[in-house]
């Protein structure tokens, strides 16, 4: 150690000039490089705000950071390297190593940058689908960073080969250790390819507790946000092994309803069941080109029942109940119209409202009648007799 400090003071004494310069130098042309820089930048981007194509804006904000970066890293590995050399008079050739590992590194984030930037240009445009641009966005960057790690790796000497073999052994070692995160890494690529379901798809699931919007589709996990506005993480594995429904790609909406008329308005059903059939038909939201279906159906305990059935054009929520509510009001209309009405739940108790009370005279002579029996009943009756001595 002392040999070193030594050795160092005496660098100094005899090149401190030329070094302290050529840092100097370096750095004083990296400040008017970056000047120079920052200036074509700016022309570059008042140019880009001009046209209406918005890829050449994707071009120059994914290269504005790593040319910075550039700028100013290599002229400062360039330093070390003088400084360096000139300290132990001889070659750094793992400088040259970590020179070729920024460019790698850097070329792989300015691809990295472009993919980003592309997504948001390709989803700002809404003409396609979010959930199989972020698929192919991040396919994309699996293959860049494969590239670039073998590319790094190569650099620093070590064999592919070697590498790829023993990547095979690891590889299964890895797939038996991390079996669930390979499974929900799959299932994603399957909801990526069989596309069940996309991004702002309502879906549900009548195996498990899950309803709600999808928000985001990712490599282990799907994040699902319920509608009391709780965010569901489930693990992409998971939809390999239930049912999902997925209502956002329904074409209609059903209307099924029963209502029930009265007893006493049984000669009207069929005039109502009529004109509530054309109503139902003619409904401007109702689908005519699917089923529609008006008929009576049951006699109940209390009402006499027909039903509606039909299939609504629109499949927004909202919407669908405004076009259920004017049906059924529409239906109530026609009821009244008819002059009868809706049943409600009712039970008829039957009494007799006529007692048959004698009259005075009747009412003296069962009673005669009653008297005399008794007094016979008692003539019957054995008598008994005891002696006493």
Known sequence: MKAFYERFNTFLANHSYNWVTDLLTIAASSFLVWLIWRFIYARLMKFAERTSLRWDDVVIHSVQAPITTLIWCWPMLIGISVLLEDLFDRSISWLYTIQGLLGISLVVWTLFRLVRYSEQVILENNKRDETTVQALSKVVRIIIFLIGAMTILQTLGLSLSGLLTFGGVGGLIAGLAAKDLLSNFFGGMMIYLDRP????????????????TVEKIGWRMTVIRTFDRRPLYVPNAIFSNIVVENPSRMLNRQIYETIGLRYQDAN???AIIEEVRDMVTNHPDIDDRQTIIVNFDTFGDSSLNFFIYALTKTVAWVRFHEVKQDVLLKALDIVHKHGA???LPAQALHMQTQLNYPTPEEAQQQGTSEAQQQGTSEQEKPKFSIKMK
Do not use: L, Q, T
């Not at 379901?197 to 709600?212: L, T, Y």
């Open 341 to 343: 009405d809706v049943a």
């Open 268 to 270: 009207k059903v069929n």
């Open 197 to 212: 379901f996309k991004v702002n798809d309502w879906i549900r699931s009548p195996d498990r507790s899950i309803e709600g």
